[in-house]
């Protein structure tokens, strides 16, 4: 894969098409800060983004945990990471891919939050004795971006039975639970092991993984969390409080906080209209969450010749002929922005690459590796804390978004 300096050299060779834009140091920096600052085990949420070369990345930064949601990501992981360890975490499998993961693959792990599941999950693997279990409560995402709170995970005023049956049944007993996607104070994990100590006394059971998921945040334009290490004391402290076995093992499941820095896209102007920009990548390729989520991206315009216009706020139109493929923004970028220019959209690492489509046949792009730091980041160390806004280097023009 050919490698950049930045952007700006990425926009010379004056592509047709999107181009992402891979920054292996930094997924390899976050890796790094999770596997060294969280006190316990980390497995990453392949969901987030399944990419090989980004699966190889954490595993070299020392993530050698994976949660894993469908037999295509087992498969996947499995023939990547041979010796990586799976978690089965989707609460609601097929039998056919349990039985296919256990045998075949060597997932020991799986989540559950019905009695039918834990049935199932016994049937598949012939009743084994070396099985993992984890239950799944539901807790509240009242403080994250995007809840998590209503498909799955069984009440605490109900996980009595369930947790009883599956300590019978499970080697090691676990807890788990999410408590959303970017969640914005470390309370969120507070509230949730508040629940998890319900649930222990009221089931009288030996408990060996708690499990706290992801929900982890990264920093956006408007979303500017605290530090990482915050949420990590606050788990810790929660954690050393509850009635567990003495050797119980505390897990986490990042997928948005260990990909995100590692990719940004680079896309191209073809017409401007007013304050709406056509650009060639939208709802349907790596701008999902941007188009019906209403997430802002950091966005910077890549040209060799600094604008001196003043920022005004624009929408973005995709490529496809689609009403629904349009992102609403806002989205700063120099007044003079017009047809032919490049923009740099940041932050696309997580779930990016992972929603996109070819719809209408759009979404063929080419990737190419760049050395230059992502456009915002939770792991920069030596800066003042909160969310920056500066000047960017040669070639990015508008405001750069880093979190330290």
């Known amino acids: 894969m050919d490698t950049y300096l930045t952007a700006l050299d990425v926009a010379f060779s004056l592509p047709s098409q999107p181009v992402s834009l891979l920054r292996p140091h930094a997924?390899?920096?976050?890796?790094?800060?999770?596997?060294?600052?969280?006190?316990?085990?980390?497995?990453?949420?392949?969901?987030?983004?399944?990419?090989?070369?980004?699966?190889e990345t954490?595993?070299?930064?020392?993530?050698?945990?994976?949660?894993?949601?469908?037999?295509?990501?087992?498969?996947?992981?499995?023939?990547?990471?041979?010796?990586?360890?799976?978690?089965?975490?989707h609460p609601v499998k097929a039998e056919e891919a349990i039985h296919e993961a256990y045998f075949q693959h060597g997932v020991r792990t799986f989540s559950l939050d019905h009695q039918s599941e834990l049935d199932a999950i016994l049937r598949a693997t012939g009743n084994a004795a070396d099985l993992t279990l984890c239950v799944r409560l539901r807790v509240s995402s009242k403080h994250s971006k995007l809840?998590?709170?209503?498909?799955?995970?069984?009440?605490?005023?109900?996980?009595?039975?369930?947790?009883?049956?599956?300590?019978?049944?499970?080697?090691?007993?676990?807890?788990?639970?999410?408590?959303?996607?970017?969640?914005?104070?470390?309370?969120?994990?507070?509230?949730?092991?508040?629940?998890?100590?319900?649930?222990?006394?009221?089931?009288?059971?030996?408990?060996?993984?708690?499990?706290?998921?992801?929900?982890?945040?990264?920093?956006?334009?408007?979303?500017?969390?605290?530090?990482?290490e915050d949420y990590f004391e606050v788990i810790h402290d929660a954690f050393e409080s509850l009635p567990v076995s003495y050797s119980a093992e505390l897990w986490c499941e990042p997928g948005?906080?260990?990909a995100a820095e590692y990719e940004s896209l680079l896309v191209k102007v073809a017409r401007r209209r007013n304050a709406e920009l056509y650009i060639n990548d939208g709802a349907y390729g790596a701008l999902f969450d941007a188009a019906h989520l209403?997430?802002?991206?950091?966005?910077?315009?890549?040209?060799?010749?600094?604008?001196?216009?003043r920022d005004v706020d624009f929408s973005f139109w995709g490529p496809t002929c689609d009403d629904m493929d349009h992102m609403a923004g806002p989205f700063p970028l120099p007044a003079d922005t017009d047809a032919g220019d490049y923009i740099e959209i940041g932050m696309l690492g997580a779930y990016g690459g992972a929603m996109r489509t070819a719809f209408n046949g759009f979404g063929v792009e080419g990737a190419v590796v760049v050395d230059d730091e992502p456009m915002a980041s939770m792991y920069l160390e030596g800066?003042?804390?909160?969310?920056?806004?500066?000047?960017v280097d040669f070639g990015r023009t508008s405001e750069h978004f880093s979190r330290r």
């Open 27 to 55: 997924a390899r920096r976050a890796a790094r800060f999770f596997s060294e600052k969280f006190p316990g085990r980390t497995l990453y949420a392949v969901k987030a983004n399944p990419s090989p070369a980004l699966l």
């Open 58 to 89: 954490l595993w070299a930064g020392g993530v050698t945990h994976f949660d894993v949601a469908s037999i295509a990501e087992v498969r996947l992981v499995r023939r990547t990471l041979p010796e990586a360890t799976l978690c089965f975490m």
């Open 147 to 228: 809840s998590l709170a209503s498909k799955f995970g069984v009440d605490v005023t109900e996980a009595a039975p369930l947790l009883q049956a599956t300590r019978q049944a499970a080697d090691s007993l676990g807890i788990c639970f999410h408590v959303g996607s970017q969640a914005m104070s470390p309370q969120a994990y507070a509230d949730a092991m508040s629940r998890v100590r319900a649930a222990i006394v009221a089931a009288a059971v030996t408990v060996d993984v708690i499990d706290v998921g992801g929900g982890f945040p990264s920093a956006y334009p408007g979303m500017e969390p605290p530090r990482l």
């Open 256 to 258: 948005r906080a260990l």
């Open 294 to 309: 209403d997430w802002r991206f950091p966005v910077a315009l890549v040209r060799e010749t600094e604008s001196r216009a």
């Open 383 to 391: 800066e003042p804390e909160g969310l920056q806004l500066e000047v």
